[in-house]
């Protein structure tokens, strides 16, 4: 069992930063590939980043490249994702999630555990 929990999200402007963390519980942080998901109020959850067990690759959604950053730190059992140059359209709760398995993949379901999220806001 992994226990994810989220943190960091808030009311930022256009074009500010935020930089979200995940701290998971257990011993076993290392051996999951994590991952970042964002949820809007009616629409579908997408996924926006994820980084491998050592955090050596990383892979990010179109609409987020060269904006945000995932990273990790094993020995901190958290994953981060720094995230700037904000948009409105960045507007939503924000999930981390563990994935044992070691393809990459970018569809929420096959994830293994998920954090309660944490809500950002970004205004025009």
């Known amino acids: 069992q992994v226990q994810l929990v989220e943190s960091g999200g808030g009311l930022v402007q256009a074009g500010g930063s935020l930089r979200l963390s995940c701290a998971a519980s257990g011993r076993t942080f290392s051996t999951y590939a994590m991952g970042w998901f964002r949820q809007a109020p009616g629409t579908e959850r997408d996924f926006v980043a994820r980084?491998?067990?050592?955090?050596?690759?990383?892979y990010y959604a179109d609409s987020v490249k060269g904006r945000f950053t995932i990273s990790r730190d094993n020995a901190k059992n958290t994953v981060y994702l720094q995230m700037n140059s904000l948009k409105p359209e960045d507007t939503a709760v924000y999930y981390c999630a563990a994935d044992g398995s070691r393809v990459l993949t970018t569809t929420p379901r096959l994830y293994d555990y998920w954090g309660q999220g944490t809500q950002v806001t970004v205004s025009s």
């Open positions: 980084i491998t067990r050592s955090g050596g690759s990383t």
